[in-house]
Nanobody, 123 residues
Framework: QVQLVESGGGLVQAGGSLRLTCTAS????????MGWFRQAPGKEREFVAA????????DYADSVKGRFTISRDNAKNTVSLQMNVLKPEDTAVYYC????????????????WGNGTLVTVSS
């Protein structure tokens, strides 16, 4: 079955950077919109960023705009999230997801999810 596997999480100090990568298997990756969501302790999962399959148009939550960059490599079936100037409030489990729909801020539009990778930002 389809698998999305996230990697790259860890512990970083505030102001630092991390790069998350999601590798997809058994998915015709180039035809799927890809998204990143996160869930902080005690909070609901929220949209972080997405990238469209047709033209790699990107979209970001206001809270990460200017600090995070989403990108994709269709040859490698990967989508990455470069996270810079990290803040303690970025601490969360980050999930990769795949959707064929354009309402990519809506979690319900996603068909597949990874198991998540934990990012912890210390102050």
């Amino acid at each position: 079955q389809v698998q999305l596997v996230e990697s790259g999480g860890g512990l970083v100090q505030a102001g630092g950077s991390l790069r998350l990568t999601c590798t997809a298997s058994r998915l015709t990756f180039r035809y799927w919109n890809m998204g990143w969501f996160r869930q902080a302790p005690g909070k609901e999962r929220e949209f972080v960023a997405a990238i469209r399959w047709t033209d790699s148009t990107t979209d970001y939550a206001d809270s990460v705009k200017g600090r995070f960059t989403i990108s994709r490599d269709n040859a490698k079936n990967t989508v990455s999230l470069q996270m810079n100037v990290l803040k303690p409030e970025d601490t969360a489990v980050y999930y990769c997801s795949a959707s064929v729909r354009d309402d990519w801020r809506n979690q319900g539009s996603y068909n597949y999810w990874g198991n998540g990778t934990l990012v912890t930002v210390s102050s």
